[in-house]
């Protein structure tokens, strides 16, 4: 099922997508009561979940509060994290070469280990939202498609083989950069965390929707044009051992956002650069998931 956080009358509420995507159910309709995604995902019980699976599976003319989708609108699923976004860098290897014919002194080198860096976002920009060009201090904007993990669960020791357990979704993140703001810096944080740099949503798929570990077709659109086009099974550290790696040292709370990397295919790995431009519409798109689109704003 997908579970959306949306904007109805000026009030915010969680509600589960229909089978059609056409409708949307607030949770309430399934007597459940939660007031954002964070507690939802914190606080419902087996038995909700399954009320709510089986609340998307009906018609919108029998759920007497259903609305549709295009009288809302939806917010980014988790609008506020509760921590910063743990990331995976240069996790898909065509993207690790094009990374370093870009930029050899940031990218380049062995990687016999996954490399971590974390986001800040204090609000996630949602489907739809403009993304701030920062063009007072980047010249060299950029787009990355990527397939985040939704911890569903409190994680800590957790071993490969129950990692699935703790996952409660995924969701389609754009990790935007300022390549010239990460470059110049030893630690990739800044030049990933301005505001408006983590567009998320429309939606969570809940795990049980997708066949675990995830062979998702991942694509990008600048204008239109196609720029990344690949599979989540191409990832070089697994969702498993991402979780398995982190939560040996790490407790990961549940609502924890982990973004597990993009393939090739960014504005840096074209000769020349196809950096972003006030005015450009960038689309990342997940399979089961569903279409992330922002307009670069001036």
């Known amino acids: 099922m997908k579970l959306v956080t949306f904007s109805n009358q000026e009030q915010v509420k969680v509600g589960v997508l229909d089978h059609t995507e056409s409708y949307v159910f607030p949770v309430s309709s399934a007597g459940i009561n939660y007031d954002s995604m964070l507690e939802l995902i914190r606080?419902?019980?087996?038995?909700?979940?399954?009320?709510?699976?089986?609340?998307?599976?009906?018609?919108?003319?029998?759920?007497?509060?259903?609305?549709?989708?295009?009288?809302?609108?939806l917010l980014?699923?988790?609008?506020?994290?509760?921590?910063?976004?743990?990331?995976?860098?240069?996790?898909?290897?065509?993207?690790?070469?094009?990374?370093?014919a870009f930029h050899a002194d940031a990218f380049g080198g062995e990687r016999p280990s996954?490399?971590?860096?974390?986001?800040?976002?204090?609000?996630?920009?949602?489907?739809g939202e403009p993304i701030p060009a920062h063009?007072?201090?980047v010249d060299s904007l950029d787009y990355e498609a990527e397939?985040?993990?939704?911890?569903?669960?409190?994680?800590?020791?957790?071993?490969?083989?129950?990692?699935?357990?703790?996952?409660?979704?995924?969701?389609?993140?754009?990790?935007?950069?300022?390549?010239?703001?990460?470059?110049?810096?030893?630690?990739?944080?800044?030049?990933?965390?301005l505001d408006g740099f983590t567009p998320m949503g429309p939606c969570i798929t809940t795990a049980d929707s997708i066949q675990f570990p995830p062979a998702l077709n991942i694509r990008s659109t600048v204008n239109g044009e196609l720029r990344q086009n690949s599979t989540t099974s191409l990832l070089i550290t697994g969702i498993a051992d991402i979780i398995s790696e982190l939560s040996q040292g790490i407790t990961l709370l549940a609502g924890?956002?982990?973004?597990?990397?993009?393939?090739?295919?960014?504005?840096?790995?074209?000769?020349?650069?196809k950096?972003?431009?006030?005015?450009?519409?960038?689309?990342?798109?997940?399979?089961?998931i569903g279409t992330l689109t922002n307009r670069i704003s001036d």
């Open 256 to 273: 924890t956002i982990i973004a597990t990397g993009t393939p090739s295919g960014v504005g840096m790995g074209f000769h020349p650069p």
């Open 275 to 288: 950096f972003l431009k006030a005015g450009d519409v960038v689309s990342c798109s997940i399979e089961g």
């Open 43 to 73: 606080g419902a019980s087996p038995e909700e979940l399954l009320r709510l699976k089986e609340l998307s599976e009906k018609t919108h003319a029998s759920v007497i509060d259903s609305v549709a989708r295009t009288a809302v609108t």
């Open 114 to 127: 996954a490399i971590y860096f974390s986001k800040r976002v204090n609000r996630a920009v949602a489907d």
């Open 135 to 137: 063009a007072d201090i």
């Open 147 to 193: 397939l985040a993990i939704i911890i569903g669960k409190d994680a800590s020791r957790v071993s490969r083989e129950e990692a699935a357990d703790y996952i409660f979704g995924y969701t389609v993140l754009n990790d935007m950069s300022a390549r010239n703001v990460q470059t110049s810096h030893k630690q990739w944080y800044f030049g990933k965390s």
């Open 76 to 100: 980014s699923p988790i609008p506020h994290p509760a921590q910063d976004v743990i990331c995976l860098g240069i996790n898909y290897r065509e993207h690790a070469k094009e990374a370093e």
